[in-house]
């Protein structure tokens, strides 16, 4: 992936919801002014999710996410509804497409108390109201205040399929409704200053793509350079050098957590160190959460099973770091006889009661929304969680170091080692 392109995972995921045939792709092909949803008045033509990533402005780079519909019958048509649901947990907002020529239903009230009950900011579309009869001025309205009150949507009017009208408008209302956090989840800009400079430790990884850094690693340097900061890149074996050519301290170290050893010893004690992993368990997920998670690998016992759940599916090195590193680094400082199950890929696990501890990825392909689901199903399930730089850090002990940039964190870690 080209360093000026957004990753989807970057991305405001905007999907649409509502019943077979109420026009979401329609919507969706006014809203990009492109035939990119397939649309036919065949009921249920849209089966698995359709995303579309594109630039929304002023909002910026956006996806958007076409479903099937809610009311969807049959054996497949469940699965399809289950692939609808599961789109909830990825979803920043949502447009719920009403049919104007059937109104609200109890479709439509069910997936309203479901966005609500996920905070999911919405909007309800009422579409196709070119097919409403002439001078239906009045059917509208009451429409737009069932919409009001039975769902607690702000309703917008539009026909997608005749031209375009209220397509403007609707992006006007879902630039007011996307809620403005562009500072709050930062990778790492928020804990620099301009002028400040920070030195990336990335070993040349045998699992990146030739010639390409990995997708973490081009994220934190674009968002140093957002800071008006200055990022200085070199490989674990040239870090003392480099630290020493450098004329004055460098802000921080982030480093790649598996060779977080070797930096902790090259790094000077008064230089803040942390990694890639543990700055995308801060920007992606609960940073406290997955500090306590890390205290669980103490308490492992012989015969407990572990997850190691990762979101993408990376060709696997004979050294990978997730089914070969981390596990075996678990056993050495445990030393006890632990079974390790391994998940890929976008979804999650129905089993996570089954484990002792979930030890999860940096979540790079995933949105926060997905993350934090994932932490929160842990999370009602009673399992612990820890993210990969967490868990390598805890394991070779230089946890307190590696978030020591944190208070939080910090905080969470001293109280989850109180009896």
């Known amino acids: 992936m080209s360093m000026n392109e957004t990753p989807r995972s970057n991305r405001l995921h905007i999907a649409l919801f509502g019943r077979r045939n109420a026009g979401k792709s329609s919507v969706i092909n006014a809203i990009v002014k492109q035939d990119i949803a397939v649309v036919s008045p065949v009921l249920g033509t849209t089966t698995d999710p359709v995303y579309k990533a594109m630039e929304l402005l002023p909002i910026g780079p ?3 996410i076409d479903t099937a519909g809610l009311d969807d019958e049959g054996e497949l048509g469940e699965l399809r509804k289950q692939k609808t ?17 059937v109104g609200v239903t109890a479709f439509d009230r069910d997936i309203a108390d479901k966005l609500r009950s996920k905070s999911i900011p919405a909007i309800a579309v009422l579409n196709k109201i070119d097919l409403l009869p002439h001078g239906s001025e009045e059917s509208l309205k009451q429409l737009a205040v069932a919409a009001k009150e039975e769902l607690n949507l702000l309703p917008i009017p539009v026909s997608a399929a005749v031209g375009q009208q209220g397509i403007s408008e609707l992006k006007k209302a879902i630039t007011q ?15 620099l200053s301009p002028g400040d400079l920070v030195v990336l430790v990335v070993p040349i990884d045998k699992a990146a793509p030739k010639g390409r850094l990995i997708l973490p690693q081009q994220q934190v340097i674009r968002d140093i350079l957002e800071s008006d900061a200055i990022s200085v890149v070199t490989k674990e ?9 450098l004329g004055r301290k460098p802000r921080m170290v982030i480093t790649d957590s598996q060779v977080f050893l ?3 010893a090259d790094t000077p004690k008064d ?5 890639f992993s543990i700055l995308f368990a801060r920007h992606k997920g609960d940073l406290e959460q997955l500090v306590r998670g890390a205290r669980a690998i103490d308490g492992l016992k012989d015969g407990d099973k572990v997850l190691i759940a990762e979101s993408c599916t990376h060709h696997q090195q004979p050294d990978d770091i997730g089914k070969v590193k981390i596990p075996r680094w678990i056993l050495q400082a445990t030393g006890k006889q632990i079974q390790f199950d391994f998940a890929n ?17 940096g979540g790079c392909m995933l949105n926060r929304r997905q993350m934090l689901w994932r932490i929160e199903q842990a999370e009602e399930a009673g399992v612990p969680i820890v993210n990969y730089g967490v868990a390598i850090a805890h394991v070779q002990g230089i946890l307190e170091r590696a978030i020591s940039p944190f208070p939080l964190a910090r905080l969470a870690w001293e109280e989850s080692g109180v009896l």
């Open 262 to 264: 070797k930096v902790a």
């Open 345 to 361: 890929g976008m979804k999650f696990p129905d089993n996570v009661r089954d484990y002792s501890l979930i030890v999860h990825c």
């Open 62 to 64: 956006v996806v958007l």
């Open 271 to 275: 230089i803040p160190l942390t990694s």
């Open 237 to 245: 074996h040239e870090l003392r050098q480099t630290l020493e050519s």
């Open 85 to 101: 649901y599961e789109v909830l947990n990825k979803t920043d907002m949502a447009l719920l497409i009403i049919d104007s020529t």
């Open 177 to 191: 409704a996307v809620p403005d956090e562009e500072d709050k989840f930062r990778i790492v800009g928020d804990l």
